[in-house]
C-alpha cells in the first residue's frame, strides 16, 4: 500500500488593506503593515478633488503556464471623490510600488532573487505580465517597480518547465 504523509505548514497571517484619501494635488503615500507601498506623485491620478487608494494584500493569484506567483498578490484600486475607479495615470505620469519578498520563502520554491519579476494581471488575457521598468533590492527583499496604471501586481517567477535529467544508467 501506499501512504501519503502532509504536514500542515503554518500560514502566513496576509497584512490587512490599507486604505488612504488624500487631497490629489499631494503626493500619496500608502503603506501595508508588511512593506507594500504605492507612492503616487501629485496630480498623477486626478487634477483635482480627493483620490482614495487601497492596498488590499491577497492569496487570489492564479498562476499560468510559464510562470509561478512567489509572493503576496496585491489589488491596488484608487478611486476619485466620486468613487469611480481610476485604472490609469494621467499622460506621462508614474507611480511607484514597492512588493516585498522573503528571501526564504523563495529559497524554499527553489527560486533565485535574480529569477523573479514583478507583474501585474492582465484580465483582458487572463495571465501575468511583466513589468518593465522595475529594480530588485537585494538588501530591503523588496521590488520596486514603476506603473502607469492599477490592477493586481504580484513577484512573478519562470514555473520550472525543465524536464527531470534521465536516470543513470
Known amino acids: 500500500p ?36 504605492v507612492s503616487l506623485p501629485p496630480a498623477s491620478a486626478s487634477l483635482d478633488g480627493t483620490v482614495n487608494i487601497e492596498i488590499k494584500p491577497t492569496v487570489e493569484a492564479p498562476s499560468r503556464e510559464g510562470s509561478r506567483v512567489v509572493s503576496t498578490v496585491y489589488d491596488i484600486t484608487v478611486r476619485d471623490d466620486e468613487g469611480n475607479a481610476i485604472s490609469d495615470l494621467r499622460e506621462g505620469a508614474e507611480a511607484e510600488i514597492i512588493l516585498p519578498y522573503n528571501e526564504q520563502e523563495l529559497q524554499a520554491q527553489g527560486v533565485s532573487e535574480d529569477a523573479i519579476m514583478p507583474s501585474f494581471f492582465d484580465e483582458t488575457i487572463n495571465a501575468w505580465v511583466t513589468i518593465e521598468n522595475y529594480t530588485i533590492d537585494k538588501d530591503k527583499n523588496v521590488v520596486i517597480a514603476r506603473i502607469k496604471h492599477f490592477t493586481r501586481f504580484a513577484i512573478i517567477a519562470a514555473a520550472d518547465v525543465t524536464p527531470p535529467a534521465p536516470p543513470a544508467s
Open 2 to 37: 501506499i501512504q501519503l504523509m502532509l504536514d500542515k505548514k503554518e500560514e502566513a497571517k496576509l497584512a490587512d488593506a490599507v486604505t488612504v484619501t488624500q487631497s490629489a494635488t499631494e503626493n500619496i503615500i500608502v503603506r501595508a503593515e508588511d512593506g507594500a507601498r
